[in-house]
């Protein structure tokens, strides 16, 4: 995020504000998730990633919708792969170069889970919430954010993400 906010600073004479449009994008993510369940219970840090789409048709208001990888958290014998598609509305406080924004939607998430003789396959649909802060340079963003999925079944995850997002009108 100090490089994105150093580029920023040293690209401030031609830069402009934030492209408003479709845009696609990635991240990587550091995730705490894991697994409650009458046979697993257990929650641990990994990498994750996140593909991600969305629309900003105003300044002030995007969609987006997300594919998120959590990782395989650990414990012992014990390990857990989880995935999800998210979707939300975000809500922006533009300042020259810089949103800061909040955002809610739901995640549908499946999980599964195994251990010495035991496997467990979950899905559900549950709230989703975040928040972070861009830096962009015309259609190129760099975001910092923190999400949080409401999966008590998942030992409700959260993760930090950084990423990168071109807007294309």
């Known amino acids: 995020m100090a490089l994105a906010l150093a580029v920023a600073a040293a690209g401030a004479g031609t830069a402009h504000a934030a492209d408003n449009g479709f845009y696609i994008g990635g991240s990587l993510a550091q995730t705490d998730s894991g697994v409650r369940s009458a046979n697993f219970n257990f929650t641990d840090r990994d990498s994750g990633y996140k593909l991600i789409a969305g629309f900003r048709p105003l300044d002030l208001l995007a969609v987006e919708v997300n594919y998120v990888d959590l990782g395989e958290p650990r414990a012992g014998a014990l390990r857990a792969q989880s995935t999800g598609v998210d979707a939300f509305v975000m809500g922006f406080l533009p300042i020259p170069l810089i949103d800061v924004y909040g955002k809610v939607g739901l995640v549908n998430w499946r999980t599964t889970a195994s251990g010495p003789g035991l496997t467990l396959h979950r899905t559900g649909n549950d709230l989703a919430l975040g928040a972070g802060?861009?830096?962009?340079?015309?259609?190129?963003?760099?975001?910092?954010?923190?999400?949080?999925?409401?999966?008590?079944?998942?030992?409700?995850?959260?993760?930090?993400?950084?990423?990168?997002?071109?807007?294309?009108?």
């Open 133 to 169: 802060v861009q830096v962009h340079l015309g259609s190129l963003a760099a975001r910092l954010e923190y999400e949080s999925l409401n999966a008590d079944e998942l030992a409700k995850p959260n993760f930090i993400s950084l990423g990168l997002t071109y807007t294309f009108l």
